[in-house]
């Protein structure tokens, strides 16, 4: 059978150590690795146009220091510590804590909005990056200033356009490129150092805090700036089923912390060292002949992150999907290589969008700044609380120790936010906004798949009753094998009796299947199915499917023979149900513009038989009305 297929669990990320870090580089550490074509720029500019010696170190301090506890203490040494089956990021960590180990809807509410609020970093993340790399035109040559934009756009335009025939062919150049990105940066950065080594003094972390305590409302608009040096901390741990927490570690200790360090502290450097802040100061240590190389590399690493966010965007709609927070979205698997290798249409033409209209409205990358670390911000702030869970029922601290290490990531994160909040009427409104709707969407949609479980259950007939009236009224039984698809955990499907009574006849042979979607990524082979004879010819059976695999119902039929089951699988017929949504008259049901949002959204959904991959030619679909 294929990778990932029903009779395959999940394998550990496998491969050299050296290896899986080197490709850790190109899909986890590009967001936070190209973060310095801008942070700085965006600091100094909060700090004042002419930022004393005192203001410099101190926002180098802030900076060094906010890397160091949010992303290498909370996310690399706690987060990373806590993984449902291996997988990482806000929505395993929500499955695992709100639905796996106890039913809490609100733990639920608060992972899924945590979610959303990605989808607004993955929007902002290519438009900011590639805008920061293109403005060092604006250095090379001041005359093509005004095609920064339209370049931006096209290169843009191009990513997105390209994203169905996926990244197969070239991702294996992202890890590379990437490496030497970070080298580049840091020896940039030892550049900047030498000239002005005394910047090391930033080390000291009473610096940053006499910075931020002692000036007042520009203190706490630099917190906001500087916010933006771990905007892609997050991806470290929703990456981690990808790699393995081992080789990211080593990714972020040997390679991306310490460019990160030198280059920030080498800008530091130049500022204090008397270099003009006007423009970019990332680009200004560059020596001038090899400004446009590296603006040339500039433009492919930011390329190559915003990838890896759109691609990261991929992964969360599926996981939403399998968890049943978002309806079946037509899912294109780009190549055979990896899992994760994955298109899906409506998710990228939005992104698309979005990143567009941010791209042409706001201009510079300057003004979207504003716009961005919100969602990031608030999208951690979410964590730590669920950390803190975590911390209480999976390692089982104390709650004095559980409340302490959570509080502490709690004032910082809390801190974060509240300065992001000022950047809300200025453009932080775009990704809440867009992570309401996408919240909205994934509320509305579980309550209606809700209602029509809720309306299903209400008819159901045991298998032996149904099975016994079959006989009493004589209905032929008919050569071959039917399939049906249920929800019903152990009932006669209503699809079933509904083909009974249309059709007036039943075959010899009758599967009848289940498919649950757990709160786990990957399900071993051995858990994956069970089935039992009901009653002579009658087979029930369980499919179980981790969230992060791919249904694939007839190579899991194909090892039901060895489960004792013996139908004919040569001649099987598959019957599915198409349910169209229509109002309760009894005034019981959703509301009604819920009903209306929820039964478009069922419309458009992908086929049952698509998302199942039921060969088309052996398909029976029976529509059915269900009042929401």
Same mark, same amino acid.
């Given at each position: 059978?294929?990778?990932?297929?029903?009779?395959?669990?999940?394998?550990?990320?496998? $491969?050299?150590? #050296?290896?899986?870090?080197?490709?850790?580089?190109?899909?986890?550490?590009?967001?936070?690795?190209?973060?310095?074509?801008?942070?700085?720029?965006?600091? *100094?500019?909060?700090?004042?146009?002419?930022?004393?010696?005192?203001?410099?170190?101190?926002?180098?301090?802030?900076?060094?220091?906010?890397?160091?506890?949010?992303?290498?203490?909370?996310?690399?040494?706690?987060?990373?510590?806590?993984?449902?089956?291996?997988?990482? $990021?806000? /929505?395993?960590?929500?499955?695992?804590?709100?639905?796996?180990?106890?039913?809490?809807?609100?733990?639920? !509410?608060?992972?899924?909005?945590?979610?959303?609020?990605?989808?607004?970093?993955?929007?902002?993340?290519?438009?900011?990056?590639?805008?920061?790399?293109?403005?060092?035109?604006?250095?090379? #040559?001041?005359?093509?200033?005004?095609?920064?934009?339209?370049?931006?756009?096209?290169?843009?335009?191009?990513?997105?356009?390209?994203?169905?025939?996926?990244?197969?062919?070239?991702?294996?150049?992202?890890?590379?490129? @990437?490496?030497?990105?970070?080298?580049?940066?840091?020896?940039? $950065?030892?550049?900047?150092?030498?000239?002005?080594?005394?910047?090391?003094? !930033?080390?000291?972390?009473?610096?940053?805090?006499?910075?931020?305590?002692?000036?007042?409302? #520009?203190?706490?608009?630099?917190?906001?700036?500087?916010?933006?040096?771990?905007?892609?901390?997050?991806? /470290?741990?929703?990456?981690?089923?990808?790699?393995?927490?081992?080789?990211?570690? /080593?990714?972020?200790?040997?390679?991306?912390?310490?460019?990160?360090?030198?280059?920030?502290?080498?800008? !530091?450097?130049?500022? *204090?060292?008397?270099?003009?802040?006007?423009?970019?100061?990332?680009?200004?240590?560059?020596?001038?002949?090899?400004? *446009?190389?590296?603006?040339?590399?500039? #433009?492919?690493?930011?390329?190559?992150?915003?990838?890896?966010?759109?691609?990261?965007?991929?992964?969360?709609?599926?996981?939403?999907?399998?968890?049943?927070?978002?309806?079946?979205?037509?899912?294109?698997?780009?190549?055979?290589?990896?899992? $994760?290798?994955?298109?899906?249409?409506?998710?990228?033409?939005?992104?698309?969008?979005?990143?567009?209209?941010?791209?042409?409205?706001?201009?510079?990358?300057?003004?979207?700044?504003? !716009?961005?670390?919100?969602?990031?911000?608030?999208?951690?702030?979410?964590?730590?609380?669920?950390?803190?869970?975590?911390?209480?029922?999976?390692?089982?601290?104390?709650? =004095?120790?559980?409340?302490?290490?959570?509080?502490?990531? *709690? =004032?910082?994160?809390?801190?974060?936010?509240?300065?992001?909040?000022?950047?809300?009427?200025?453009?932080?409104?775009?990704?809440?906004?867009?992570?309401?709707?996408?919240?909205?969407?994934?509320? =509305?949609?579980?309550?209606?798949?809700?209602?029509?479980?809720?309306?299903?259950?209400?008819?159901?007939?045991?298998?032996?009753?149904?099975?016994?009236?079959?006989?009493?009224?004589?209905?032929?039984?008919?050569?071959?094998?039917?399939?049906?698809?249920?929800?019903?955990?152990?009932?006669?499907?209503?699809?079933?009796?509904?083909?009974?009574?249309?059709?007036?006849?039943?075959?010899?042979?009758?599967?009848?299947?289940?498919?649950?979607?757990?709160?786990?990524?990957?399900?071993?082979?051995?858990?994956?199915?069970?089935?039992?004879?009901?009653?002579?010819?009658?087979?029930?059976?369980?499919?179980?499917?981790?969230?992060?695999?791919?249904?694939?119902?007839?190579?899991?039929?194909?090892?039901?023979?060895?489960?004792?089951?013996?139908?004919? /699988?040569?001649?099987?017929?598959?019957?599915?149900?198409?349910?169209?949504?229509?109002?309760?008259?009894?005034?019981?049901?959703?509301?009604?513009?819920?009903?209306?949002?929820?039964?478009? @959204?069922?419309?458009?959904?992908?086929?049952?038989?698509?998302?199942?991959?039921?060969?088309?030619?052996?398909?029976?679909?029976?529509?059915?009305?269900?009042?929401?």
């Amino acid at each position: 059978m294929s990778e990932n297929s029903t009779s395959a669990a999940r394998q550990a990320p496998q $491969g050299r150590l #050296t290896v899986l870090g080197l490709s850790a580089l190109g899909i986890v550490f590009g967001d936070i690795g190209t973060s310095p074509l801008y942070t700085f720029k965006t600091i *100094l500019g909060a700090a004042g146009k002419a930022p004393d010696a005192g203001a410099v170190l101190g926002a180098l301090s802030l900076v060094l220091w906010t890397l160091f506890i949010i992303t290498t203490v909370k996310y690399v040494l706690f987060a990373m510590r806590v993984d449902n089956d291996g997988e990482g $990021g806000i /929505l395993a960590l929500m499955a695992l804590l709100g639905v796996k180990k106890k039913n809490r809807p609100t733990i639920v !509410a608060f992972g899924l909005f945590g979610a959303a609020l990605i989808y607004g970093d993955g929007a902002i993340t290519p438009a900011i990056s590639v805008l920061s790399a293109l403005e060092g035109l604006n250095m090379a #040559t001041p005359a093509l200033q005004p095609y920064v934009v339209p370049a931006a756009v096209v290169i843009l335009l191009l990513l997105f356009a390209i994203q169905s025939q996926g990244t197969a062919a070239i991702g294996h150049l992202f890890g590379p490129v @990437m490496l030497v990105w970070f080298v580049t940066i840091a020896v940039m $950065g030892v550049l900047g150092i030498a000239r002005h080594p005394a910047v090391f003094a !930033a080390l000291n972390p009473a610096y940053g805090l006499s910075y931020l305590f002692s000036s007042g409302m #520009t203190g706490f608009l630099v917190l906001g700036a500087v916010f933006l040096c771990v905007t892609g901390a997050e991806a /470290l741990y929703a990456d981690m089923g990808h790699f393995g927490r081992r080789p990211i570690k /080593l990714a972020w200790f040997a390679v991306v912390f310490p460019s990160l360090i030198l280059n920030y502290a080498g800008q !530091a450097a130049l500022v *204090l060292d008397g270099m003009p802040t006007e423009g970019n100061i990332f680009f200004r240590l560059c020596p001038d002949p090899l400004l *446009l190389p590296l603006i040339l590399l500039a #433009t492919i690493a930011t390329i190559i992150a915003s990838q890896s966010i759109i691609t990261g965007a991929f992964s969360m709609t599926r996981q939403a999907i399998q968890l049943g927070w978002l309806p079946r979205l037509r899912i294109k698997q780009t190549s055979s290589e990896g899992y $994760g290798q994955i298109y899906v249409g409506v998710v990228n033409w939005l992104l698309m969008i979005v990143t567009l209209g941010l791209t042409i409205g706001f201009g510079k990358s300057d003004n979207l700044a504003s !716009a961005y670390g919100i969602a990031v911000s608030l999208t951690m702030l979410m964590t730590s609380v669920l950390l803190f869970i975590a911390m209480r029922e999976i390692w089982g601290w104390s709650l =004095i120790a559980a409340a302490s290490v959570a509080a502490f990531f *709690l =004032i910082i994160d809390g801190a974060f936010f509240l300065a992001n909040l000022t950047k809300v009427a200025e453009g932080g409104y775009v990704p809440l906004l867009l992570a309401i709707f996408v919240y909205g969407i994934m509320w =509305i949609w579980h309550r209606g798949a809700a209602a029509v479980s809720a309306w299903i259950r209400a008819s159901l007939i045991p298998i032996p009753q149904f099975m016994t009236e079959i006989a009493t009224k004589q209905v032929p039984r008919v050569p071959g094998t039917a399939v049906f698809l249920t929800r019903t955990e152990q009932d006669t499907p209503p699809v079933m009796v509904w083909h009974v009574k249309h059709n007036r006849a039943l075959h010899e042979h009758v599967f009848v299947l289940r498919v649950e979607i757990l709160q786990r990524p990957w399900i071993s082979s051995s858990d994956r199915l069970t089935i039992e004879e009901v009653v002579p010819g009658v087979w029930r059976a369980h499919a179980r499917f981790g969230f992060m695999e791919r249904p694939h119902i007839p190579e899991l039929l194909s090892v039901s023979k060895l489960l004792g089951c013996t139908i004919d /699988l040569a001649d099987v017929t598959y019957y599915v149900g198409h349910e169209t949504v229509i109002r309760r008259q009894d005034g019981q049901g959703l509301p009604a513009w819920q009903e209306r949002l929820f039964a478009v @959204m069922e419309r458009n959904a992908e086929h049952v038989s698509d998302f199942f991959r039921l060969p088309n030619d052996q398909v029976v679909e029976i529509g059915r009305q269900v009042a929401i």
